[in-house]
């Protein structure tokens, strides 16, 4: 049986936490205002999609043609969620980079095109997918809901981090040790899940 809450609180807390994504969303946000941030938003969250549906084609051959390889997925899975959240617990927002864009950052098939050198955002495909979706479920209908349902938090995060932009950055900064304390508690639920 799915963990819905530990699915959910996976994609949450790997969507919201500071990452190239959303450092790039808040600096647009303050740096272009909401409006014309929102094509990079809905390109993030397209790329991301896209992660996903890389990685439901990749775990489809892994699964069918190599079925042991789901112990190994799992304990992978796990590690890497364990790892995000001592990083998270340990680690603060980074400010973006100011000034010197030779790219321009609002753009929706930029934010599209980074998403396949998101290293973040890779793992986060491979780790949910082979974790949270084909030990439960492997059919057309769960695939399109998780596709769906990732699209929409993905979307979602981007556009607080755009529309918070640096007013996000400061109350993150001031209450840093105790947001990331409870993202990090709520991975080390999401790893432990995996093997209930």
Not at 72 to 92: E, P
Request: proline residues 4%; glycine residues 8%.
């Amino acid at each position: 049986m799915v963990h819905i809450f530990a699915f959910i609180s996976y994609v949450f807390v790997s969507c919201i936490t500071p990452g190239p994504n959303n450092i790039m969303c808040m600096n647009n946000g303050a740096k272009y205002g909401v409006k014309k941030s929102l094509p990079f938003c809905a390109g993030v969250a397209t790329g991301f999609s896209l992660i996903l549906f890389c990685s439901i084609l990749c775990n489809l051959f892994l699964f069918r043609y190599i079925p042991k390889i789901v112990q190994i997925m799992t304990i992978f899975g796990a590690v890497y969620i364990l790892y995000l959240a001592w990083v998270i617990w340990r680690d603060k927002p980074k400010a973006a980079k100011e000034g010197g864009h030779q790219l321009d950052t609002r753009g929706f098939f930029t934010a599209v095109m980074l998403q396949f050198v998101n290293p973040k955002g890779l793992l986060f495909g491979i780790t949910l997918i082979s974790n949270f979706v084909f030990p439960y479920d492997q059919s057309v209908k769960a695939f399109l809901v998780v596709l769906g349902f990732n699209w929409i938090v993905v979307l979602l995060s981007c556009g607080c981090w755009v529309l918070f932009g640096s007013v996000f950055r400061n109350f993150f900064d001031k209450n840093k040790r105790l947001l990331n304390g409870i993202m990090a508690l709520l991975l080390v639920y999401c790893a432990a899940s995996l093997f209930l």
